[in-house]
């Protein structure tokens, strides 16, 4: 099992709940896992979830009002990432974008920094809303300068159920 240090934000656009930059261990799988936002894959029992995240907004560093935790596993050729967002209230989550790319924090939505230079200032980033729509790009000099026009090829999935709803990114 390979250790691989990652700055795995959650980021819960409306009411944003904001986390876990400690280091952790992903699991390696020798399958793919089928990336459609519905967690049934057995591989995902094999993975700890990370949870207890904390609010950027409105109370910065208090308890996150939502219960919402990840999942990370990787193979040859991805890192896979499963959320798994609580929301007692499904009729306020708020998934309306649909153009990859657009302003998703107008949306529920969960992202992922990877600081592949591990240099804690650059770092590349994928999102997700509940309904699928996939946002990327790249932060550099400690978020001062961003570039949303970068795109690359990756997967997600998500689907809102009656106790919140997921998403998974294959990167």
Excluded at 85 to 108: F, G, H, Q, V, Y
Aim: aromatic letters at 14%; one cysteine or more; glycine letters at 6%.
């Amino acid at each position: 099992m390979k250790k691989i240090s990652l700055f795995v934000a959650c980021i819960l656009f409306t009411c944003l709940g904001v986390a876990a930059g400690d280091d952790f261990k992903a699991i390696y799988i020798s399958d793919s896992v089928n990336v459609d936002g519905i967690l049934n894959d057995e591989a995902w029992t094999l993975a700890t979830p990370i949870s207890e995240f904390t609010q950027f907004e409105p109370v910065y560093n208090a308890p996150s009002r939502y219960n919402t935790s990840v999942k990370v596993l990787y193979n040859d050729r991805m890192i896979y990432f499963a959320f798994t967002c609580s929301d007692p209230e499904i009729e306020k989550i708020t998934a309306k974008i649909t153009k990859r790319d657009d302003n998703l924090p107008r949306d529920d939505g969960v992202v992922v920094f990877l600081d592949t230079f591990h240099d804690r200032s650059n770092s590349y980033f994928f999102a997700v809303n509940p309904i699928g729509t996939q946002s990327d790009g790249r932060f550099s000099d400690n978020g001062r300068t961003s570039d949303v026009e970068w795109d690359t090829s990756w997967e997600s999935g998500a689907k809102i159920g009656p106790t919140g709803w997921t998403a998974e990114f294959g990167i």
